[in-house]
Structures are given as C-alpha cells and as structure tokens.
C-alpha cells in the first residue's frame, strides 16, 4: 500500500574512517532533500529533433537544514580541522565608575591579550579611543592579559562600559581549521529514517521509510543568523558509489 510520511525524520551521519567511529545524531532537522538528476545527450542529425536520447553521467546530491550550532558536526565537516575543550567568550559592556585611573575585569587574568571588544564612556556619552600608553581624556589602553584597563586621571568619576574576551578554559570547543592539501576530504554515510506513525502505531508502524547514502561529499556548510529567527546551519552533500558500486538503498514500507 502506499504509505504517507510526515516531518524530516531523523538523520544520523557516520565518518568513512577505518576504526570504530562515533555517529553524529543531526539534531532540530528542519528539513531535507535528495535529488536525482542525469545529463540527457541527444542524437541529431539533418531534422530539428533528436531522434534517440541517451543517460549520460548521473548525479545525486542534496541538502538538509538544522538549527542547532553543534560544534562536533562543523568538525566533521571541516576535514584536517582539530578541536579542543574551552572557548573564547564575550562580555559586552561591563559597567564601573573609574577610579584611580584603572579598572581590573572581573574576569581578571582570564582576560585574552588584545581581546578587547571597545569602551563606551556612558558619562560623556561616547565610545573612547585606544591608545597603547599614556591615555589622555577620551582615550584609553586596551587590557593587559591580567584584565587591567588604563585611563587618563582626568575621566575619573565617569561610569564606564566596557567589553572584551576571556578564556573559559573548560567550557565549550574550540575548533581550530588550516589550510589543507588539495584533496583533503572526509566522506560519510547518512542514514535518513522517517518514523512518522510509526510510534503511535499508525500505517508505517511495520516499516519506516529510510534512505542509505553509503559515501557523502559535503562541498558547502552555511550558517545564516537572522535578526528575528534562530540560528540555521545549512549542509549541502553530493553522494558517490562505493567500492561494490553501490550509490543509494531505499527503505519502504510498500
């Protein structure tokens, strides 16, 4: 019988490394699709249209789309990348009255060297100007690695914001990406299961749909933020045939 399928479904990848490897779960798939296409070649001679067509060379690509900024999927995508636990983080306008001409950050020796982010004057209403010594009113020097900011002694008394990096030594990942080697790629198998029904034991309950990508490509990673809506890492992949031949297996309950 036919059978009716309903949402993206769930999408797992797999790296064709030797070893074991550890799938990665596409987590807020928002949507996905597979397309088949082939170069058609006519034969033409002396009238206007073909009288025979041929297949040429095939192709099967795709896209999918998720909302979630996973930091283990980017790092698969970028073959030759590397990662580490910590990150960089941002604090934006961290607000004190200057005394005494300096200001220590509250993230103190945290602080990245040359992390700095700017520095609004909210007395004077305006943004100051970095120096590298001996600020005068208006200006400042950038925070040392201990998270020490200088100012002139004259714009003491003001209320200001400032905002800079820190190192959150074990927190997130850092993923680190050099330039590689013509060549360098690292290819997946997908495997796409539509459950729709299937746990509310309705029509697919004997047998949700799937589709088997043995090797994926993926030539393209896009992140698009948005000013009203969340975050949507896009992934396009163009598939191959592995070393039995095979391209693509389909999975019906039909």
Known sequence: MSQPLFGTGLLTLAPNLTGTV??????VLQDISLDASFKIVDLVGNLQFAVDK???EGKLSGKFKTGYFAGGLISAILAGSSSAVGSVQPIYAEQFTLAAGTYTTVKGALTVAGGDLGVFDVTANKFLTAVASAPATGQYVPPTSSGVYTFAAADNGHVMQVSYMYTAASTGTTISYTNQMMGTNT??????????????GGANIASPAGIYLPVVSI???SLAFKNT???EKSVDFECSA????????????N
């Open 22 to 27: 550890t799938p990665i779960v596409v987590a």
């Open 54 to 56: 041929a297949k040429a």
């Open 187 to 200: 290819t997946f198998g997908f495997r796409l299961f539509n459950l729709y029904q299937a746990a509310a």
């Open 219 to 221: 030539p393209k990673l």
């Open 229 to 231: 809506g969340f975050m």
């Open 242 to 253: 592995n070393a039995a031949g095979q391209l693509v297996t389909l999975y019906t309950g």
